[in-house]
């Protein structure tokens, strides 16, 4: 079965540029979530989203960081002006309700700012 | 100090050998307690799911939670090379809308 799909899987960029990463979570599920991975900090949260609301933002870093979700489906994070402290992997996970369902995370997208 | 702790490792251990992974927590609150494994270049994926105190288990898996000392654990019996992955607690509460991941701990089972 689909599981969640994250889009590009790796990304090098340079320090300046924009990158949108893209998030595809299973269909029906109504929560989805962003994590940052960076080595040796375990996952941090970013953004949730309930539908196409964002009732939780707090975890973006920066006003460089943004997200958006269309249809109750596909999400865009969005890093402006990327940093060389962007460099991390990042992952997107679905659940069908609220995150005491259990998560179900894409692979990640792997963003190298050079 | 984190909200949740967890010994990054990396532990190697014999193949057949009783793994034993731990997280502490800091907010009371927390009611439901999970267990995620991590390949290497993968997303994490559920492994566990318990709700409140008490045991679970399932085959070779099983966890604890100790809400009075505010601890859980993983047990893994009869360790195996494929259970060689970095092994992620998380936890959240009824009245928020995050999950809380410990730092994980590497696991390596040698043959």
């Known amino acids: 079965g689909a599981g969640v799909s994250q889009s590009p899987s790796n990304k090098v960029t340079e320090k300046g540029k924009d990158v949108e990463l893209r998030c595809d979570p299973i269909s029906g599920h109504t929560a989805l979530y962003w994590y940052r991975q960076s080595l040796g900090q375990g996952l941090e949260f970013l953004i949730y989203f309930q539908g196409n609301s964002a009732p939780d933002k707090s975890g973006l870093p920066s006003d460089r960081f943004s997200a958006e979700r269309t249809g109750g489906s596909v999400s865009t994070l969005t890093i402006q002006r990327t940093q060389q402290e962007d460099s991390a992997v990042y992952l997107c996970a679905s659940s069908l309700e609220w995150v005491a369902s259990p998560l179900h995370f894409g692979n990640g997208t792997r963003l190298t700012v050079t | 100090q984190k909200e949740v702790e967890q010994d990054p490792g990396p532990l190697s251990v014999p193949e057949g050998a009783i793994v034993s992974l731990n997280c502490t927590y800091s907010n009371s609150a927390f009611q439901y307690f999970m267990w995620y494994r991590q390949y290497s270049r993968k997303g994490p994926e559920l492994l566990m799911y318990?709700?409140?105190?008490g045991n679970k288990e399932d085959g070779r898996f099983t966890a604890q939670v100790d809400k009075s000392s505010k601890y859980i654990s993983l047990f893994i019996r009869d360790s195996q090379p494929s259970d060689s992955a970095t092994y992620l607690c998380?936890?959240?509460?009824?009245?928020?809308?995050?999950?809380?991941f410990g730092t994980g701990t590497r696991l390596q089972v040698f043959p």
């Open positions: 318990t709700y409140s105190s």
């Open positions: 998380a936890m959240t509460s009824y009245n928020t809308d995050k999950l809380i």
